[in-house]
């Protein structure tokens, strides 16, 4: 790693080196970890407290696994290599980051937003990948702890890095940005999540906003400019900002589009970028937005035409994400990461697209603040222009269920209050062939309904 030395790291960092010898001091790390389990020769271990386990009683063994040098909150006793004393081991670690970054001659894209962050990673990631060395952000690594420890696996050899970063309070994306120094910054959209800590949608914007704080000079910035809110980022000043979208009246749009239920969609492309007709395997509208700013990102980035077309079609989906699981006697739609009012409805219309009966399993939608119950209310109503059967979860899908009671017409709409009540009945009221949709916030733990139907 480039000169990530002992000493620069503390001197980076603001630590105190002890027990370093003279024949150390210009090594530099192989890696940097927080899981002792991944510590290699030269590696930097981290010690980090967490509420179970505490780091710092792996220091030994790391050593003995050939530790280039433990960072460290308390000195072990007795001290046998290299270690670096802080006073907060978390914020070590994105001091470390920062510093790592600005060593870095690579192209660094940050993606933010309130929903498709991770698909929108893989389809820019999927399609660079075609031309360029990339490292993107593994599983949801996107936090004040994931991404500094992507932004250390960068090696030499990679040309461009794609990261999420996500946030749910002011002043985290600041921080992220700070470590990131993003060239590039992409904005998915903006909708109803963390209002908890965040107020209301113009609260959501001004922290996702906080990426531009330490964007690098003459950067650009991608958004959706058919969201409402995205709009007025027209008026930032830190870089070129490029508009994408499914409206004409965007620098990069799609026409002609044809959505063919759950195998994906084909369009042509207009504007800065003219394509003929492409086709991505993922489905869903949703999914045209993530493709388009890949393409944009891609040209500006000198890609041709037919490396991006193929880097389009061989996108993956990603479990928990919209993602199409073929079953003997059913498909799902895992979509069941996460949840807010925006990425349901999104949800909820790629489930519209199926061909089969069509059956929603749906459950609470968390950090929506004080009008969490009319939001999951009004789902509720949405589903029923979309769904044959709802099955809602949940003390908040209550409210959901009752909606959709009030709204419906041929549907069935049953509640539940509990993933095991509803797991118990499910399979009988499911027929064979129905598409089924899995969706709800994190904490609702809803991989377990899939693990029902393996």
């Keep these: 790693m480039k000169n990530m030395t002992v000493s620069a790291i503390a001197k ?44 710092h009683s792996f220091i030994p063994q790391v050593m003995e696994k050939g530790a280039l040098a433990c960072v460290c909150e308390t000195l072990p006793n007795p001290v046998t290599g290299p270690c670096i004393l802080v006073e907060d081991s978390f914020a070590t670690l994105r001091a470390i980051a920062k510093y790592y970054r600005e060593q870095l001659d690579i192209t660094m894209i940050g993606i933010t937003g309130s929903v498709g962050k991770t698909s929108t990673k893989e389809f820019v990631a999927g399609v660079l990948s075609k031309s360029f060395s990339v490292l993107k952000t593994e599983k949801n690594f996107n936090n004040e702890v994931g991404v500094p420890l992507t932004l250390l696996k960068i090696r030499e050899e990679h040309q461009v890095a ?49 990426i531009f704080d330490f964007q690098k000079k003459d950067g650009k ?94 996108v993956e989906g ?34 519209a697209t199926a061909k089969t009966r069509k059956v929603a399993i749906l459950g609470d939608m968390f950090e929506l603040g004080e ?15 979309r769904v044959d059967v709802l099955i809602a979860i949940g003390e908040l899908s209550k409210e959901m269920a009752d909606a959709a009671k009030e709204h419906c017409y041929n549907q069935e709409v049953y509640y539940f209050p509990t993933k095991d009540e509803a797991t118990q009945t499910l399979f009988q009221l499911l027929k064979p062939q129905d598409t089924i949709l899995l969706k709800a916030s994190h904490g609702m733990e809803f991989t377990s309904i899939l693990a029902a139907f393996a």
Aim: net charge negative; charged share 25%; hydrophobic share 40%.
């Design 12 to 55: 980076a960092c603001g630590g105190q080196v002890v027990g370093l010898p003279e024949e150390q001091k210009q090594i530099e790390a192989a890696g940097v970890v927080l899981d002792s389990r991944q510590v290699e020769k030269d590696y930097i271990f981290i010690a980090t407290k967490g509420e179970k386990v505490d780091g």
């Design 162 to 210: 794609v990261l999420e970063m996500g946030i749910n309070h002011f002043g985290e994306m600041h921080r992220l940005s700070e470590m990131v120094q993003p060239d590039y910054c992409i904005f998915t959209n903006i909708g109803p999540c963390h209002l908890e800590h965040l107020g209301d949608l113009n609260g959501v914007l001004r922290a996702k906003s906080e």
């Design 221 to 314: 910035i991608f958004v959706n400019g058919d969201d409402d809110k995205l709009v007025t980022l027209k008026e930032e000043k830190k870089g070129q900002l490029i508009t994408y979208g499914c409206k004409g009246n965007n620098d990069i749009y799609s026409k002609d589009l044809s959505i063919d239920g759950l195998q994906g969609s084909t369009f042509a492309v207009e504007g800065m970028v003219s394509l003929p007709r492409v086709r991505i395997p993922l489905p869903g509208e949703h999914m045209v937005y993530n493709a388009l700013v890949a393409i944009a990102v891609a040209h500006f980035l000198g890609m041709k035409e037919e490396d991006i077309a193929k880097g389009l079609a061989s």
């Design 318 to 351: 990603v479990g928990g994400r919209s993602h199409v699981i073929s079953f003997t006697d059913y498909t799902v739609i895992d979509d069941c990461y996460n949840a807010n009012p925006v990425s349901m409805r999104a949800a909820l219309d790629l489930l």
């Design 371 to 385: 009008n969490e119950r009319m939001l999951h209310s009004l789902i509720g109503t949405y589903a029923m222009d």
